[in-house]
């Protein structure tokens, strides 16, 4: 049997159905599904992802030729659906859309031709039989522009206006136009001629009049759109692999218009900025899609809600908004109602919030897309819990459907509520996606990534966004934009990035490299802080907090934590980090770093007395100084996770991270120890090392100066007994760090052990404590069933395993690590995701031979990988008990964890 290429839907009947989305794209999968379940929606048919890929490989020609027969076919099936004719003599032609759709859904970066089939014949019979002539040439414009860029590649040159927008400006100026609605039948005539010649200029060929020719140019268009650099990049940004393709959905137009009684919008079933249960949405009578997504025309609220809360943040009255803002509830009621009942009808039916495109064309409603809608983080949380409270989904989906990623969203600082009073207000626009956002203003994508490279936090301001933009909307905190709705390509995209976001700004005016709000001129790189949530636009800079983790957010953490097989701790070195963590959850800490506490005030001075210590002697005594200041930071710490297990490193950087490198410092220690400054040079000049991550580092330190580990041992013991005789819970685990042979560790733990009980005597207190090791070393992974025998636990480190094991200085790599990605030498940077294939072996290795020869070994993570879900996943494949991050990823890694729990289950 031949290869099915072309999958027909129409009149209720699909050849496809939802779960072909691989295969059809989510488009073509989702337009198949509406057509079974009764909805209605334009005939039409999908080209396969397939033939995408296809077509990359052999070529234009030779896709065209093995397709050929298929599309003619559904092209037939089409017309008999629609009751039309393709390329049409006499009759109401049909005329057709041509859209990408990948797999997931990439809103806005690939190609889409509408009313296509019209030339100088067809124009004149839609003209016909629609009775408005202004409508068929007003189409025809349209295609020839949108053909003309998308398909022929006639679009602005660098610095130049858009030459087809400069035929109508050219137009609407000699008239004395202000709006695209006032030109006149014969204007759109003379447009259609002046488009041709600009297409005739630029392209150097004839528009296309055969509209099987046309077909075939937008149908490889598209395919030739999967691969433009903005598509690329939205992939790079979104994970989303490039061998997945997109199809090609061939559909029948429908026209919102055509008149009074048409129109077109675009609504969710829920609302995908906060999560509230409202449907909503906004429409444009008498207006093609194209429209409400360019931002252009500011559309009006569908429903008669959301149109009020509209008018009362606009400071629109009752009167004006009913005199001139009608909701589609108020102008439409039975099309609404038709449209209410089928987005509540695709919501049950796909289970999510749904956000779908519609068209009413004279009188008769037809869907054009439903997809389960992009959402902010805490829209995303909110659904979660109210979609598993109305029954819609079970607990397993509410947490697997969430985004661990998004939650970071909420975890980002908000307005302070009294900054927020006293600062300026100086617009309100529509509050596209939520957060909090300050920066100085840059007016292109170009400054805003370019000076985010430099450090700067900007604010993007534009008259509307497009594709083009995207890389600095990427970049900057916030987007203003003059236009646009709720539903603006800025405010979509901003909402998927979970960017703070205002459209519609009242009063703003942007004009190049300024901004006029209300009359007052803001210039390039001064502040002005948005508040997404309200709309709200502030001069200057709004001080910001930390938002409250209760309530839904609450829920999803409960949900996941009674879900998950491991827990997550965190990696703290001070007791407000870990104070912090433990509020969102964690578990107990993962990893301190000892030395981190040597940087803080006066502190520095007794550890490079301690390292410029000319003998054993010398260096006891300057560690006698640090003892007590030790014990203190560890108390605090072993308070903070009172009842929770505390895994302290040992010292691990070389020495000479702590030496005074500079000819000021140097005078300054060399007085402090009463000697002559060229001992110290010297001393400092001794510790210079090649390679000094693989120098004298870790255990390598405990073993060549053990008075350190007793030290160090002996500050957190005297620490715990404190705390235990004032009736507190302290669980120290004393870990030894960079182990690459038993014997280091041996000798580690014989010092840790034999302090521990000097101390225990001493204070007549004792404390159940741990004494374990990092895996980091490869050799360590390799013999870790040795080591295990004597180690209590092992904490992956698997920052330094990645460095080691792959070769690569953590601190040098990122010389080469973004060209090595750009090149698909290495899929993603594996120091922030785990590789699983190569470092993930000695991974498993490490569980499994550690687990070996000590059943219950304790086995967790401490990398950054702990806080990363494809990472996490893995650490509860290989059986670890937990994993550990930053405090503020520890709610992404607890969803993380559950996910990977639901998913190995
Ligand atoms: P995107 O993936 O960027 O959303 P679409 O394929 O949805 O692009 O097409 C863009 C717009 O074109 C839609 O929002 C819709 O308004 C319009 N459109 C697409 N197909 C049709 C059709 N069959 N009839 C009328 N308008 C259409
Ligand atoms: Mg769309
Ligand atoms: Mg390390």
Known sequence: MSTKYVYTFGDGKAEGKADMRNLLGGKGANLAEMNLIGVPVPAGFTITTDVCTDYNKLGKDAVVAMIKDQVVAAVADTEKAMNAKFDAKDGFPLLLSVRSGARASMPGMMN??????????TVKIVAEHSGNEKFAYDSYRRFIHMYGDVVMGVEAEEGKHNPFEVVLDEMKESKGYKVDTELTVEDLKALVEGYKAVIREH?????????????????????????????????????????????????????????????????????????????NGEYLINAQGEDVVAGVRTPLEITTIGSKRWAERNGTSEEDRKANFLSMEEAMPELYNELNTIQQKLEDHYTDMQDMEFTVQQGKLWMLQTRSGKRTGAAMVKMAVDMLEQGLIDENTAILRQEPNKLDELL???????????????????????????????????????????????????????????KGMYAAEGILTERGGMTSHAAVVARGMGKCCISSAAGVLVTGTSMTIN????????????????GKVYEGKVATITPSLDGDFGKVMDLAEKNSRMYVRTNADTPADAKAAREFGAKGIGLCRTEHMFFEGDKIWNM????????????????????????????????????????????????HEFTPNDAESQAEMAEKLGIDVSVVKAKVDSLHEINPMLGHRGCRLGNTYPEITEMQARAIMEAACDLKAKGKDPKPEIMVPLIGTLKEFQIQEGIIRETAAAVFAEKGVEVDFMVGTMIEIPRAALTADQIAAHAEFFSFGTNDLTQMGFGYSRDDAAKFLPIYIEKGILKNDPFQV?????????????????????????LGICGEHGGEPSSVEFCNSVGMDYVSCSPFRVPIARLAAAQANLKQN
């Open 112 to 121: 889409t031709v509408l009313n296509l089939g019209m030339n100088d014949d």
């Open 519 to 534: 009359g007052v001129e803001y210039k390039e790189g001064d502040f002005i802080s948005l508040n997404g949530t309200t």
């Open 608 to 655: 490079r007395e301690m390292i410029l210590a000319e003998d054993v002697e010398g260096r006891k005594a300057a560690l006698a100084k640090l003892l007590p200041v030790q014990r203190e930071d560890f108390s605090g710490i072993l308070e903070a996770m009172d009842g929770f297990g505390v895994t302290i490193r040992l010292l691990d950087p070389p020495l």
């Open 203 to 279: 392209a150097g060929v004839d528009f296309p009049t055969n509209p099987w020719d046309q077909l075939w140019g937008a149908v490889c268009a598209v395919f030739d759109s999967w691969d433009t650099e903005r598509a690329i990049l939205y992939r790079r940004m979104e994970g989303i692999p490039d061998d997945w393709g997109t199809a090609v959905n061939v559909q029948a137009m429908v026209y919102g218009n055509m008149g009074e009684t048409s129109a077109t919008g675009v609504c969710f079933s829920r609302d995908a900025a906060t999560g509230e249960d409202l449907f």
């Open 834 to 858: 785990l590789d699983q294939e190569g470092i993930g072996q000695l991974v498993r290795m490490g569980c499994e031979k550690g687990k070996s020869a000590r059943p219950n070994i304790k």
């Open 412 to 470: 980002h600082p908000v307005f302070d509520k009294a900054a927020l009073e006293a600062a300026t207000e100086i617009s309100k626009g529509l509050p596209a996606s939520p957060g909090a956002a300050t920066g100085q203003i840059v007016f292109s994508a170009e400054d805003a990534e370019a000076w985010a490279a430099e450090g700067k936090k900007v604010v993007l301001v534009r008259r509307e966004t497009s594709p083009e933009d995207l």
